[in-house]
C-alpha cells in the first residue's frame, strides 16, 4: 500500500478519536466552573437549593470526566505509534507541553475530584470548596496546555531546526505564539457555552415536563446568566481568531471564505455567503457574494487586502474545501443562534417577571433549549475540523508537511486499531447514555440536607466518648 494510503488511515484515525474524545474534556471544564459557583453560593446564602445542585450536577461531572479520561488514551499512543516523524521532529517542545499537562492538570483534576465527590460532611465545607476549586483549575489548565501545543503547530515561534528536529530557543516566545491567545481563550469559552446549554437543556426538558420546577428553575436561570455574557463574548473571540488567521495563515482563511483571487490594491475583495469551492478548477462552481464584506471580516478595513488561494500552489493548499468552507459556516451559525436564543430567553424572563408558572408556559423556548443541547458540541466539532483540516498539508505550519510525519506502519495495523477504538467508543458512548439516562430519571434528591460541619462532629463524638 501507497505512503498516501497509510497517511490517509492515520489521519483518519486520529480524527476518529479526536472528535470522540474532545465531546468530554469541554464538558468537564464548564460543569467543574459550575460547581464551583454553586458551592461558593451555597456558602454564602446558606440555602439548601445549591447544596442540592451540588450533588446532583456532580454526578454528571464524574461519569463525563471517567469517559473523557479512558477515551483520551488512545490519543497519546498515537504521536508514537502513528506519527513517529512528528514525535522525533518536534518532541523537545510538543512533548513538554504534554509533560506539563499531565503533571500539572491532570493530576490536580484527579488528586481532589473524590475528595470533591466523597468529601460531604468528611471534611470542612472550606475544603471541599477548595477540592472542587482544584478540579475546575485542573480542567482549564488542561485546556491551555493543550491549545497551547496545538497553538504552536498552528503559528510555530520560538523554535529553531537543527539536523531535522526542532530546537527551543525561547520558550516564552513557544508556549505564547501569535494564535495562542485567541485559540485558548476561544477554546475555553466554547467549552463554558458546551456546559451551560447541557445544564440549561436539561432543566428546560424538567421544566417542560414540570418536574421538580423549583429546582430545574434555579439551574436554568444560572446557567442563562452565564451564556448571557459568554455567548456574545465567543461571537468576538470567532472574530478576532479569524482575523488572525488570515494574517498568519492566509491559504487557510481563504479556503474556508472560498477566496480565490487576491483583491487588487484600491478594491475590496468580495465575501461568499454560500459557494460550492471547487479545488480542481480552481474556482467556485457557484457564489452567493457580498460584495466587499470579505475585506471588513478578514482586515476591518474597507478595502484590506485578503489573499486568495491561487497565490499558493494547489499542494500548499488545505484539502477538502467544501467540507472546510461549510464547517466553518456551521461554527458561525450555531453561535449567532445563541446569541438569538439568549436575547429571545431575556425577554421572555423579562416579559415573566420571575413568576414560575409564566415561564413554564412559554412550551416553545423550553423546546428552543432542548433542541439546543447537541448544538455546542456540533460547533465544537465542526471548529475542530476548521482549524485542523485547514491547516494541512502542514502538521506544524510552514516547517513540516503531514506526509513527512506520519509512520512507516502497516495499513492494516492502522485499520485493524481504527476498528477496535471504533467499536471501544461505541461501548463507552452506549454506557456513558445507559448511565446518564438512570440518573436523569433519578433527578435530584430534594431531601438531601448540608452535613453537619466536621468539626462539630468531631467535638461530639469527643463528648460522647
Not at 19 to 30: A, K, R
Not at 220 to 233: E, M, N, T
Amino acid at each position: 500500500m501507497h505512503l498516501s494510503d497509510i497517511l490517509d488511515l492515520s489521519r483518519a484515525q486520529f480524527a476518529m478519536t479526536a472528535i470522540f474524545h474532545i465531546m468530554w474534556p469541554i464538558l468537564t471544564i464548564s460543569l467543574s466552573a459550575f460547581l464551583v459557583l454553586i458551592e461558593v453560593l451555597w456558602l454564602r446564602t446558606g440555602n439548601v437549593g445549591y447544596y442540592r445542585h451540588a450533588r446532583f450536577w456532580s454526578r454528571l461531572l464524574v461519569l463525563n470526566f471517567a469517559v473523557g479520561v479512558v477515551s483520551g488514551i488512545p490519543m497519546e499512543f498515537q504521536f508514537g505509534t502513528n506519527w513517529a516523524g512528528f514525535s522525533r521532529y518536534s518532541g523537545q517542545f510538543f512533548g513538554n507541553i504534554l509533560g506539563f499537562e499531565g503533571a500539572m492538570a491532570f493530576m490536580l483534576e484527579a488528586g481532589f475530584i473524590g475528595i470533591m465527590v466523597l468529601g460531604w460532611g468528611r471534611v470542612p465545607r472550606g475544603v471541599h470548596l477548595f477540592a472542587t476549586s482544584m478540579v475546575a483549575l485542573g480542567s482549564s489548565i488542561s485546556a491551555f496546555w493543550i491549545m497551547v501545543a496545538n497553538s504552536w503547530m498552528q503559528t510555530p515561534a520560538g523554535v529553531t531546526v537543527k539536523n531535522g528536529r526542532i530546537v527551543v530557543t525561547d520558550y516564552v516566545a513557544a508556549i505564547f505564539n501569535p494564535d495562542m491567545v485567541w485559540g485558548v481563550t476561544h477554546m475555553w469559552v466554547a467549552a463554558i457555552e458546551t456546559g451551560m446549554f447541557v445544564i440549561a437543556g436539561i432543566s428546560a426538558w424538567n421544566l417542560f415536563r414540570r418536574r421538580n420546577p423549583e429546582f430545574f428553575v434555579q439551574s436554568f436561570k444560572i446557567a442563562f446568566v452565564v451564556l448571557a455574557f459568554a455567548a456574545p463574548i465567543q461571537i468576538w473571540l470567532g472574530d478576532s481568531s479569524g482575523g488572525s488567521v488570515f494574517a498568519m495563515q492566509p491559504a487557510k482563511g481563504a479556503a474556508i471564505e472560498g477566496h480565490w483571487t487576491t483583491n487588487k490594491p484600491g478594491t475590496a475583495a468580495s465575501w461568499s455567503l454560500l459557494a460550492w469551492p471547487n479545488q480542481k478548477e480552481q474556482r467556485n462552481d457557484w457564489s452567493l457574494e457580498v460584495p466587499g464584506m470579505l475585506s471588513i471580516l478578514a482586515t476591518h478595513t474597507l478595502d484590506g487586502e485578503v489573499k486568495g488561494l491561487k497565490d499558493f500552489a494547489p499542494a500548499d493548499q488545505p484539502p477538502a474545501l467544501p467540507v472546510l468552507y461549510y464547517a466553518f459556516r456551521l461554527m458561525a451559525g450555531i453561535g449567532l443562534a445563541f446569541v438569538a436564543l439568549v436575547i429571545w430567553t431575556a425577554y421572555v424572563l423579562r416579559k415573566t417577571r420571575g413568576k414560575l408558572d409564566r415561564l413554564l408556559a412559554q412550551r416553545k423556548l423550553l423546546v428552543a433549549w432542548v433542541l439546543c443541547i447537541p448544538l455546542p458540541y456540533v460547533a465544537v466539532e465542526a471548529g475542530w475540523i476548521v482549524r485542523e483540516v485547514g491547516r494541512q498539508p502542514w502538521v506544524v505550519y510552514g516547517l513540516l508537511r503531514t506526509k513527512d510525519a506520519v509512520s512507516a506502519v502497516d495499513a492494516s495495523s492502522v485499520t485493524l486499531s481504527m476498528a477496535m477504538f471504533f467499536c471501544f467508543y461505541l461501548v463507552l458512548l452506549g454506557t456513558f447514555f445507559v448511565l446518564a439516562r438512570n440518573w436523569l430519571r433519578a433527578g435530584p434528591d430534594l431531601t438531601l440536607n448540608p452535613p453537619t460541619a466536621v468539626a462539630a462532629e468531631a467535638n461530639t463524638k469527643v463528648t460522647n466518648y
